[in-house]
C-alpha cells in the first residue's frame, strides 16, 4: 500500500537459499500488482505482474503468490545469487482508467556469500 | 531498444529556485509518470501524462508541475524549491494508459536542495 513512514525491513540470506518478500497491500479494489527491485543509485527495475485473477505466477527464478482473502503479496526468489541484493517493493494499482502505482515500504535483501 | 532516460542525473539547487527536469520514455511508449523517492515517504506518484495531456495527479502541491511533448517525452518542473523537495525524481512509462499496464522507470534525478 502507500509507504507511510519509514522503516525499512530487512532480510538476509545465504547465496544459493530461497528468499520470500512479503507485502500487505491496502486497497481490496486492487486488481494489478508489480513486484520492483531496486539497486543503489537506480531506478526501480520490473521483475514480475500478477492480475488478481490468479493467485501465483512464475517467471525466471521467481515466483509471486497473491492472496486476496487477506490482502498479501509474496516474492518468491529460488536460489538466491549476490546479484539479488536490492530493495524489493511492492505495488499495486486500483484507479479506474489511471496507472499510477502505490508502492509498499520496500524490503532490502541482503544476500551473504 | 533503449529504456527511459532522465536528464540531469544530479541536480544541486538552493531554497526558493526552480528546477526543471526531464524525461525521455521508451520509444513508443505514450504514458509517462513521475514519482518522487524519499527516505521519509517511499515512492509516491506525482502526476501521469498521456497524449500531452495530464491525466491524474497524485497529492502533492501545486508547486510540482509538469507536461508532456509530441513526442511523448516529459518535464517535471518545481518551483520554489524547499529543503523538503529533495528527492530522488522518478519518471516511468508504459505503452498505453490503464491499470495493467507495466511501467518502466528511469535511473531517477537526484534532487539536492540546500
Known amino acids: 500500500g502507500e509507504s507511510v513512514g519509514l522503516h525499512l525491513p530487512t532480510l538476509s540470506v545465504q547465496e544459493g537459499d530461497n528468499s520470500i518478500i512479503n507485502c500487505a497491500y491496502s486497497?481490496?479494489?486492487?486488481?494489478?500488482f508489480i513486484w520492483y527491485k531496486q539497486e543503489s543509485g537506480k531506478g526501480p527495475q520490473f521483475i514480475i505482474d500478477?492480475?488478481?485473477?490468479?493467485d501465483k505466477r512464475q517467471g525466471q527464478r521467481v515466483t509471486v503468490l497473491l492472496n486476496k482473502t487477506v490482502k498479501h503479496l509474496s516474492l518468491q526468489i529460488a536460489a538466491t545469487q549476490p546479484g539479488d541484493s536490492a530493495v524489493y517493493f511492492c505495488?499495486?494499482?486500483?484507479?479506474?482508467?489511471?496507472?499510477?502505482?502505490?508502492f509498499g515500504t520496500g524490503t532490502r535483501l541482503t544476500v551473504i556469500p | 531498444k533503449a529504456g527511459v532516460t532522465q536528464t540531469p542525473r544530479y541536480l544541486i539547487k538552493t531554497r526558493g529556485q526552480q528546477v526543471t527536469l526531464s524525461c525521455s520514455p521508451i520509444?513508443?511508449?505514450?504514458?509517462v509518470s513521475w514519482y518522487q523517492q524519499t527516505p521519509g515517504q517511499g515512492l509516491q506518484f506525482l502526476f501521469e501524462?498521456?497524449?500531452?495531456?495530464?491525466?491524474n495527479k497524485g497529492n502533492f502541491p501545486g508547486r510540482f508541475s509538469g507536461r508532456q511533448f509530441s513526442n511523448s517525452r516529459s518535464e517535471m518542473n518545481v518551483s520554489t524549491l524547499e529543503l523538503g523537495d529533495s528527492a530522488l525524481y522518478l519518471c516511468?512509462?508504459?505503452?498505453?494508459?490503464?491499470?495493467?499496464?507495466?511501467?518502466?522507470f528511469g535511473p531517477g534525478t537526484r534532487l539536492l536542495v540546500l
Open positions: 516511468a512509462s508504459s505503452l498505453r494508459r490503464g491499470r495493467e499496464e507495466t511501467q518502466y
Open positions: 486497497n481490496s479494489a486492487s486488481d494489478y
Open positions: 500478477i492480475r488478481s485473477n490468479m
Open positions: 505495488a499495486e494499482s486500483y484507479q479506474t482508467g489511471a496507472n499510477n502505482l502505490f
Open positions: 520509444s513508443g511508449h505514450r504514458s
Open positions: 501524462y498521456f497524449s500531452e495531456t495530464q491525466r
